[in-house]
C-alpha cells in the first residue's frame, strides 16, 4: 500500500509540473486575445473564447493548488463575466483587461515559488478517502452477547465459511480488534451500547459493520439501532438464513469488475489527475479532451458514471449533457460537473441540464470519492434492475405460450372425443356400443371436469398474479420517485431488487404449480393425503383470502408428521380436493347473498385428518348452510348441478368415481347445524 501511494504520489507530482510548465503558453494565448481589443471591439465568440482560456487556467491551479496563479486568473474571470453580462462592448474594459493581465503575468514569472504553494493548499496526503470498512479475506465475525449460553446458534454461522469469536465484555472484544480486523461485528442491542463502545479508547468505530440484534422489535428500537451506527436490524432469535446473506452482503468484494468513470475534460493534466486517483482506489477510468467523441466512447467503454468540466471547446457540459440524456441508453447515467464555477444561477442551470451533482475542483478528494463510489453504484443497481424487468417479460410471453399450449390441448382433446364418437358408431354390437357410449359418457365427464377445472385455474393464475403484478409497478414507480428525490441508494435497491425478486420467483412458481397440477396422474402411487390437500390450498389461498373464508387444519389420533400415505392418483385427488372446497366457497358466498351470514363475517372450511387402523378419514366441513334435504340424494348424480348454468354437474360425480372407482375408497356427506360435511375414506399403506 505504501509503494502505491508513493507511486501516485509521484505521478501526481509529475502532471502538476507538466501543468506549471505550460501556464506562460496558456496566458500567451490570453494575451494574443486580449491584443485584438486594440484592433476591434471583440465579438461575442470572441470574448467566450476568452472566458474559456482564463477560467480553465483558474480550474487547473485549483486542483494542483497554485493559489497566486489561480487567484489572478480567477480575478480576472469575474471581471470577464461581468463583461459578459455587460452590454457596454469591450473597450471600455480596457484599462481593467490591461490591469488582470499584468496580474496574471506577473504571477506566473516564478510559478515555482514557495507563496504559490501555501499550507493549506490541497495536496494528495491531505486527501481522504471516504469511510469504507476494511474487509476481512478471514471472514471473521464478532459477537459480543452477554453470555455463552447461545454459542451453539451463533455456531450455524461456521458452516457459511465464517469464523466466530464470541465476547460477553465489550473490553474483550475491542482489544480482539486491535490484534485483528473483523469482517463484522454482531452485538446483542441495548440502547448506549455504542456510545459504550467509543467510551473504551481503542475502539475504532469505523473498523467493522455493526450488526444488531434484539428481543424488541418495535420502530423505537430500529430507530434507536439506526442512531447507534447499526447496518443491519435483526429480531431475536434472528433468521440465520436471512443474517447469513446480509453477512454477504456487507463483507463480500466483488472485484471482478470495477466501476468504469468516463471523465471529460479539455485540460489533460487535470482529467489525468483524477483519472490516477480513482485508479488508485481500484476504479477504471478513460479520460478524453474532445466532448465531440463522447457518442463513441459510451457505446465502447459503457461508463457507470460520467465526470465533466464545464467550459470546453466545441461545446460547453451543460449542452453536452443534455445531449447526452436525451439518448434513450444513457437517460439514467450519473453525470458530475467539475468545476470551480461559483456563481450559483449557472450550478443550477448545469444541474437542470440532467446532472447529478455539482463539485467544486477546489474540493478535498473525499466529497470526490463518495459522490462517484455512490452513484456508480447506484447506476450498477438501475442495470439490475432493468435486467429483472426485462426477465418479467420473459416470464409474460411464456405464460403466453403455455396458455397457448393448453389451447392447443384442448383442441386436440376434442379432435379425439370426435374420433371416438365416430368409432363407437361404427360397432355392430349393441351390448358393446353400450358400454363404449358409457364409457364415452364418462370420459365427456373427465373432459367437462378438467375443462372446469382449467378455466378456474386460469381464473386463480389471474387473481394470483394481480398482487404481485402490482406490486412490482408500485416498486418501480417508488424507484423513479426515489430517483427524483435524490433517496436511491444501494441500501434501499437491494432491498427493491430483493422485493422485485421475490415477486417473479411467486409467479414463476404459481406457473409451475399450475401446470403440474392439471397433468393427470398415469398410474398408482403412493402419496401423503395432506401434502395433496396442502398444494390445493396453496393454490387456492388468495382466492379464499379474497372471500373472508377461514381455513382450519385439525389432527385426530395422529399428528402433522405421521400422516400415512395411500395408494392412488395424486393429481385426481387433488381435483376432488378442489372440487369440494370450491363447493364450499359457492354455498358460503351464498350465504351471504341470503344474509344467512353478515358480509364481514368471515367463512369458515375446517378439514380434519382423523387415522383408525388403515384407514385415513378426511372431513371437509364448512358454515355453507349444508345440503337441502330434497336433493340430498342426488348431489352425487351425473349433471346435477345447484350452480345454474355456472355449473356442470361433473364435479361430485367424477369426485365419487375417482375415490371409490379408482381408489378404492368412501365418499360420503351429511349435515351440521351449521353446513354440510363431506368424508373421504381411503386404505393406508399397509
Known amino acids: 500500500m505504501a509503494d502505491s501511494g508513493k507511486k501516485l504520489k509521484n505521478k501526481i507530482d509529475a502532471l502538476r509540473d507538466a501543468f506549471v510548465r505550460r501556464i506562460p503558453e496558456r496566458i500567451d494565448a490570453v494575451e494574443n486575445l486580449c491584443n485584438s481589443l486594440r484592433e476591434k471591439e471583440l465579438q461575442e465568440k470572441e470574448i467566450n473564447e476568452l ?28 471581471l470577464l463575466k461581468g463583461i459578459m453580462r455587460s452590454e457596454r462592448g469591450t473597450t471600455i474594459f480596457r484599462p481593467e483587461i490591461d490591469r488582470h493581465l499584468e496580474a496574471l503575468k506577473q504571477s506566473s514569472k516564478e510559478p515555482f515559488a514557495p507563496e504559490n504553494f501555501p499550507e493549506d493548499a490541497p495536496t ?12 476481512n479475506e478471514r471472514r471473521d465475525i464478532f459477537i459480543l452477547n452477554d453470555s455463552f449460553d447461545d454459542a451453539d446458534k451463533w455456531s450455524r454461522l461456521s458452516d457459511s465459511g465464517y469464523r466466530i469469536s464470541l465476547f460477553t465484555e465489550p473490553t474483550s472484544l475491542v482489544e480482539a480488534t486491535r490484534k485483528q480486523t473483523p469482517s463484522a461485528i454482531i452485538s446483542i442491542y441495548s440502547k448506549g451500547i455504542l456510545s459504550e463502545l467509543r467510551s473504551i479508547p481503542e475502539f475504532n468505530p469505523q473498523s467493522a459493520p455493526l450488526i444488531y440484534v434484539s428481543h424488541i422489535d418495535t420502530l423505537e428500537t430500529r430507530l434507536d439501532a439506526v442512531r447507534e451506527g447499526g447496518e443491519a436490524f435483526f429480531p431475536c432469535p434472528p433468521d440465520m438464513a436471512k443474517l447469513t446473506e446480509r453477512l454477504d452482503a456487507l463483507t463480500t468484494i466483488d472485484r471482478s469488475d470495477p466501476y468504469r468513470i468516463l471523465i471529460v475534460d479539455d485540460e489533460p493534466e487535470v482529467a489525468s489527475y483524477y483519472a490516477a486517483f480513482l485508479e488508485e482506489k481500484k476504479m477504471s477510468t478513460l479520460s478524453i479532451d474532445n466532448p465531440m467523441m463522447v457518442v463513441n466512447v459510451l457505446k465502447e467503454f459503457n461508463p457507470d458514471l460520467i465526470l465533466m468540466d464545464m467550459y470546453m471547446p466545441g461545446c460547453n457540459g451543460m449542452e453536452l449533457a443534455k445531449a447526452i440524456r436525451q439518448m434513450d441508453d444513457y437517460i439514467g447515467i450519473p453525470i458530475v460537473f467539475l468545476s470551480v464555477e461559483t456563481d450559483i444561477s449557472k450550478q443550477l442551470y448545469a444541474m437542470s441540464t440532467g446532472a447529478d451533482d455539482f463539485i467544486s475542483k477546489s474540493t478535498d478528494l473525499e466529497h470526490l470519492f463518495s459522490s462517484v463510489s455512490i452513484r456508480a453504484e447506484r447506476m450498477r443497481m438501475l442495470r439490475k434492475l432493468n435486467k429483472l424487468v426485462d426477465y418479467s417479460h420473459i416470464l409474460e410471453k411464456r405464460v403466453e405460450e403455455r396458455t397457448s399450449h393448453l389451447q392447443k390441448a384442448n383442441m386436440a382433446l376434442k379432435e379425439k372425443s370426435v374420433q371416438l364418437e365416430e368409432l363407437n358408431r361404427s360397432l355392430e354390437n349393441r351390448v358393446k356400443k353400450e358400454v363404449d357410449k358409457r364409457r364415452e359418457n364418462e370420459q365427456l365427464m373427465i373432459q367437462q371436469s378438467n375443462m372446469a377445472a382449467m378455466g378456474e385455474m386460469l381464473a386463480l393464475i389471474a387473481h394470483q398474479w394481480r398482487q404481485p403484478l402490482n406490486a412490482v409497478g408500485i416498486i418501480v414507480q417508488d424507484i423513479l420517485d426515489s430517483f427524483d428525490f435524490g433517496s436511491l441508494d444501494k441500501t434501499y435497491l437491494e432491498k427493491t431488487v430483493d422485493e422485485i425478486t421475490n415477486q417473479v420467483t411467486f409467479m414463476s412458481n404459481t406457473i409451475d404449480d399450475f401446470m403440474y397440477f392439471l397433468e393427470p396422474t398415469k398410474e398408482m402411487s403412493l402419496f401423503n393425503v395432506k401434502d395433496a390437500v396442502d398444494n390445493v390450498l396453496s393454490i387456492l389461498s388468495a382466492l379464499i383470502k379474497k372471500n373472508n373464508i377461514k381455513v382450519v387444519r385439525r389432527f385426530k389420533r395422529c399428528t402433522e408428521e405421521d400422516i400415512p400415505r395411500v395408494n392412488g392418483y395424486p393429481n385426481e385427488f387433488k381435483h376432488v380436493i378442489l372440487n369440494i372446497i370450491n363447493n364450499s366457497k359457492f354455498a358460503i358466498l351464498r350465504n351471504r347473498e341470503k344474509k344467512v351470514l353478515s358480509r364481514n363475517e368471515a367463512g369458515m372450511i375446517e378439514i380434519t385428518f382423523a387415522r383408525r387402523d388403515n384407514v385415513i378419514r378426511i372431513q371437509i366441513e364448512d358454515n355453507g348452510g349444508g345440503v337441502p334435504d330434497e336433493i340430498g340424494d342426488r348431489i352425487f348424480d351425473r349433471y346435477f348441478t345447484t350452480k345454474g348454468k355456472k355449473g356442470t354437474g361433473a364435479g361430485l360425480y367424477m369426485a365419487k368415481t375417482i375415490i371409490e372407482k379408482n381408489m378404492g375408497g368412501k365418499l360420503s356427506y351429511s349435515n351440521t347445524d351449521k353446513g354440510a360435511v363431506f368424508t373421504l375414506e381411503l386404505k393406508t399403506e399397509s
Request: proline letters at 2%; hydrophobic letters at 35%.
Open 51 to 78: 472566458h474559456r482560456l482564463v477560467h480553465n487556467l483558474s480550474s487547473s491551479c485549483s486542483v494542483f493548488g497554485l493559489k497566486k496563479t489561480g487567484t489572478a486568473a480567477r480575478e480576472f474571470e469575474l
Open 124 to 135: 494528495l496526503e491531505k486527501a481522504k478517502t471516504a469511510q469504507v470498512h476494511p474487509h
